[in-house]
């Protein structure tokens, strides 16, 4: 039975379902049976774009653990790691200057675990941020947050999908007045418990907005191409964008310092972006106009570069991450 009959079946015995049980079953059936990305799949985050995204990341990281004093078992976390790309080069910068530690992924999808064991195979899993290890964590979060499912409210009345005239329907069909994540707060207010009793630092990469937006963001992509929400239930990618200040304010009632949000583009050009892509082409003179369009496309108004936001969360006494600072 498809996940389609099967919701199908649940709305005529229980009624319209919430768009945040909708949601939650659809990104769970797409996630558990395929690897989304690349060309063959639904689309490409920034680790596949270049490896400059990872190491600026991995850079990043490692200032805050030199300044942080390289504290002992100090561990790298990762939520939903794609194929490993991204920790890939991150932890190849960051041995550069002798981080050693233990490898987490918080990952579900066993299709994705499977890509990540072929690059990592000393890692450890875990299927929540529950589990992970009571040490100092150096977590990234890049697209992690958008998968979340949310609660959508028109007025009043929440949001449910309803099954009517052969095909999902939303119900109420009206002006989404809210938006909320409560996934997303409740991870954020546990990791930033985390951080501020172990210490360590989470850098959080998605689309999304600083915070005072509201409305409907909720949208679906299949290879490559935005689809209707309710159209492929459990074949598209279901995201929203990411409320920043709500996580933020999540994470502080955990007791973590949290930076100021800023664009993707600002803080990978602060980083260096610019002058990495220049030395990367002289090594590569074949592959300049390629590296020139990552850059592009990871940094510019165009592309990446101003839809995508960047903020981390950290225990009191670490630095904040270069470029994060107030």
């Not at 992970?132 to 992690?144: M, R, S």
């Not at 989470?202 to 490559?224: F, K, N, P």
């Not at 101003?306 to 009191?316: D, E, G, N, R, Y």
Request: overall charge negative.
């Amino acid at each position: 039975m498809s996940l389609a009959e099967a919701l199908e079946q649940r709305i005529a015995a229980e009624g319209p379902i919430s768009l945040h049980d909708y949601m939650a079953a659809s990104n769970a059936e797409y996630y558990a049976s395929r690897d989304p990305l690349g060309k063959a799949g639904d689309f490409t985050t920034a680790p596949e774009i270049s490896q400059m995204f990872g190491e600026l990341v991995g850079a990043s990281l490692a200032d805050v653990f030199a300044r942080a004093g390289r504290p002992d078992h100090a561990a790298y976390a990762e939520l939903g790691p794609g194929r490993g790309t991204l920790a890939s080069d991150v932890l190849r910068l960051m041995g550069g200057i002798g981080f050693e530690g233990d490898v987490h992924f918080v990952e579900t999808s066993p299709v994705l675990r499977n890509a990540q064991r072929e690059r990592h195979p000393d890692a450890t899993w875990h299927k929540t941020t529950d589990s992970l290890p009571d040490v100092p964590l150096l977590i990234v979060a890049n697209e992690f947050f958008d998968a979340l499912p949310v609660r959508q409210w028109v007025g009043d009345a929440e949001r449910k999908v309803a099954f009517e005239g052969g095909g999902f329907r939303f119900s109420p069909n009206g002006t989404v007045t809210r938006e909320t994540c409560p996934a997303a707060e409740a991870i954020a207010g546990r990791l930033g418990g985390h951080l501020a009793r172990h210490g360590g630092v989470m850098l959080v990469i998605d689309y999304g907005y600083a915070g005072g937006e509201q409305g409907d963001t909720l949208q679906a992509v299949r290879r490559h191409t935005k689809v209707g929400p309710l159209a492929f239930p459990g074949t598209s990618d279901l995201t929203t964008h990411v409320d920043f200040a709500a996580l933020a304010a999540a994470a502080k009632r955990g007791g973590a310092k949290v930076t100021r949000v800023i664009t993707q583009g600002t803080w990978l050009e602060t980083l260096g972006l610019g002058p990495r892509a220049v030395a990367l082409a002289g090594r590569n003179p074949d592959r300049a106009d390629d590296i020139a369009a990552q850059r592009k496309r990871l940094a510019s108004e165009e592309g990446m570069g101003t839809l995508f936001k960047v903020m981390a969360v950290h225990h009191p006494d670490w630095p904040a991450p270069a470029g994060l600072g107030a």
